[in-house]
């Protein structure tokens, strides 16, 4: 039988896991990106060329867009594309924090339709295919069913704190987190760890496209800071922020929201 895009997916993570552990702690080479987009290391650069060989050798007609590589407009003309982070969360992949993630995803005409999300130093696999569930190292998932802010646990930044984004113009009462990892935020919402997730400034696909699918088979509800279904693989790969939650919980943060 055929390998399925979400089996290559998952054993490249493994994979990438095992390049990224040869790194870690070990005092990898670190670079500083043009135009303060942050930092990279060693270890991403050589999980990115990784995955780039593999996965495009065994499908080379899909597009490629990755956070480490050169964007390649080609990938506008492709029916299927892989939206890979080779490490997400590379700031605590340096201190040596465990909460850094491989994120890889393959959308087809701007829908996921296969994801992977593995933290190799907690031994967490996250995995979804369109229409056939979310999984936790084979477990299955499901998002959290909060109803109400004054109650809910919400991983956010606390840049959305800020009066201007809530229609009030005070942002309402709820207990706040942080994890650096977007990806990892999103699949913590898909196990119901937490009950939402914002993030209200421009979003790299890369960093949302694997939790978002996750996330969604799990049960839950992600768009933009508007409502607006994501589509992915767009000619600008930023998304107007994310929104994740259980749909109940999702309907009531949108409304709160500030008119964008």
Do not use: C
């Amino acid at each position: 039988m055929p390998e399925t895009d979400l089996d290559l997916l998952i054993k490249a993570a493994q994979a990438s896991g095992e390049i990224a552990k040869t790194f870690f702690q070990n005092a990898p080479k670190t670079w500083d990106k043009d135009d303060n987009a942050g930092p990279v290391t060693e270890a991403d650069l050589a999980v990115n060329t990784y995955l780039e060989d593999v996965l495009r050798t065994a499908r080379p007609d899909y597009g490629w867009l990755s956070e480490e590589s050169l964007d390649e407009p080609e990938r506008q003309s492709s029916e299927y594309v892989f939206i890979i982070d080779p490490i997400d969360g590379t700031r605590s992949y340096i201190e040596g924090s465990r909460t850094w993630a491989h994120s890889l995803a393959i959308a087809r005409d701007g829908r996921i339709t296969a994801a992977a999300v593995l933290l190799p130093m907690r031994d967490m696999m996250f995995s979804a295919a369109l229409d056939q569930g979310a999984l936790l190292n084979g477990e299955t998932l499901r998002v959290s069913s909060q109803k109400g802010f004054e109650r809910s646990e919400i991983l956010a930044t606390r840049p959305v704190l800020e009066p201007h984004h809530w229609s009030t113009g005070t942002a309402p009462q709820f207990s706040r987190h942080h994890r650096p990892s977007l990806a990892y935020r999103l699949a913590l919402i898909a196990q119901g760890r937490f009950d939402a997730m914002l993030t209200l400034r421009p979003s790299w696909e890369w960093d949302i496209a694997a939790g978002a699918l996750i996330v969604s088979e799990a049960g839950g509800t992600i768009s933009d800071k508007t409502g607006t279904a994501l589509k992915f693989n767009n000619v600008d790969p930023r998304l107007n922020g994310v929104v994740a939650a259980g749909p109940n919980l999702h309907s009531e943060i949108i409304g709160k929201l500030a008119a964008a």
